[in-house]
């Protein structure tokens, strides 16, 4: 099992810029990666970036160049890195893992772990 609790989330201004913290804790070594999504009212959960256990990171085209996702190994921290945010990027940032699961006689070898999400909101 894994437990994920982000922090950072806040009000910005536009063209600020915002760090979201996520601590992990749980079986942390046998994850496949961990990522950042974000949703707003009405709208599916989008990807905004992921990073691999081999360290390969991945970002969605609205955040290039302006997101970096990271992560602190001996703190078991995955951190969300955003500049130059704009109005669109108003919404609930979750923190997501994959990695196996046990519940009772069920295996899930690739199971979504969720933080309970942190609200950044970028306003004038």
């Known amino acids: 099992q894994v437990q994920l609790v982000e922090s950072g989330g806040g009000l910005v201004q536009p063209g600020g810029s915002l760090r979201l913290s996520c601590a992990a804790s749980g079986s942390l070594l046998s994850l496949k990666a961990m990522g950042w999504y974000r949703q707003v009212p009405g709208k599916e959960r989008d990807l905004v970036a992921n990073?691999?256990?081999?360290?390969?990171?991945n970002y969605a085209d609205f955040v290039k160049g302006r997101f970096t996702i990271s992560r602190d190994n001996a703190k078991n921290t995955l951190i969300l890195q955003m500049n130059s945010l704009s109005p669109e990027d108003t919404a609930v940032y979750y923190c997501?893992?994959?990695?196996?699961?046990?519940?009772?006689?069920?295996?899930?070898?690739?199971?979504?772990?969720w933080g309970q999400g942190t609200q950044v909101t970028v306003s004038s």
């Open positions: 997501n893992a994959v990695g196996p699961r046990r519940d009772g006689d069920y295996y899930y070898p690739s199971y979504n772990y």
């Open positions: 990073i691999t256990k081999a360290g390969n990171t």
